[in-house]
């Protein structure tokens, strides 16, 4: 069966330093991956998606980047960390051109700036 | 352009009451439409999903929803709230063409009173 892992849980990292969250997927190959945001309070926010290895869409300009180095992995970074980059990261993933198959979550990251 | 409303950021019922979340949609094309939960701190889960065939879709939990396409709208229900079922509830739209995104709305969280 498919699991994705996404890690650390929850971070508290000081203003101006560096971010680096990691979603691994297992039991699918070649999945679509996304880095979803949700601040306080409010919806999810699409970051990046990627549909293969090394490619990566954003949707929103920020301070954020992503990779895919491999093909079920998924990294969100950040060289300088922001307060507004404060919120609750979650990573998922989808079947390739199946768009009644839903997505997966995983169990996301608490990201506190301070 | 996909588009999801959730009415009402927060629906608070008394216990075994009757649960009823509202979502209406936009698409250009036959939507596929899904629910999700999202418990405090955790990633979000599949509740439902309708893709075609039946209207009336059943999921995990005692939860169904109905697509009523000429109401543009896939309302969540559960005849009987627990208080288990407190948290936040997401519904969600992507298209028949193959895309590869999913749009979400902004989320309703649902509170049950003993």
């Known amino acids: 069966s498919q699991t994705i892992h996404q890690w650390p849980a929850t971070l508290v990292q000081p203003v101006g330093s560096p971010l680096s969250l990691e979603c691994t997927v297992e039991?699918?190959?070649?999945?679509?991956l996304y880095w979803y945001r949700q601040a306080a309070g409010r919806g999810l926010q699409l970051l990046f998606y990627?549909?293969?290895?090394?490619?990566i869409s954003s949707e929103v300009p920020q301070n954020l980047s992503a990779s895919r180095p491999q093909d079920r992995q998924f990294i969100l970074s950040s060289k300088k960390l922001l307060l507004s980059d404060s919120g609750f990261y979650l990573c998922?993933?989808?079947?390739?051109?199946?768009?009644?198959?839903?997505?997966?979550f995983g169990s996301g990251t608490r990201l506190t700036v301070v | 352009a996909q588009s999801v409303t959730q009415l009402g950021s927060h629906v608070s019922v008394s216990e075994g009451a009757l649960v009823l979340l509202r979502c209406n949609y936009s698409?250009?094309?036959?939507?596929?439409l899904f629910w999700y939960v999202q418990y405090p701190n955790q990633g979000l889960q599949l509740l439902l999903k309708?893709?075609?065939?039946?209207?009336l879709v059943k999921g995990i939990n005692g939860f169904e929803a109905e697509f009523k396409k000429s109401e543009t709208s896939f309302h969540l229900t559960k005849p009987s709230a627990h208080m288990s079922d407190a948290a936040e509830y997401f519904c969600?739209?992507?298209?028949?063409?193959?895309?590869?995104?999913?749009?979400f709305g902004a989320g309703t969280r649902l509170f049950v009173k003993a």
């Open positions: 998922a993933w989808s079947v390739p051109r199946l768009a009644n198959y839903g997505y997966t």
């Open positions: 039991g699918t190959s070649n999945p679509n």
């Open positions: 990627s549909v293969g290895i090394g490619q």
């Open positions: 698409s250009s094309v036959p939507p596929y």
């Open positions: 309708y893709t075609t065939g039946a209207t």
């Open positions: 969600a739209v992507s298209e028949n063409t193959g895309g590869f995104k999913t749009i």
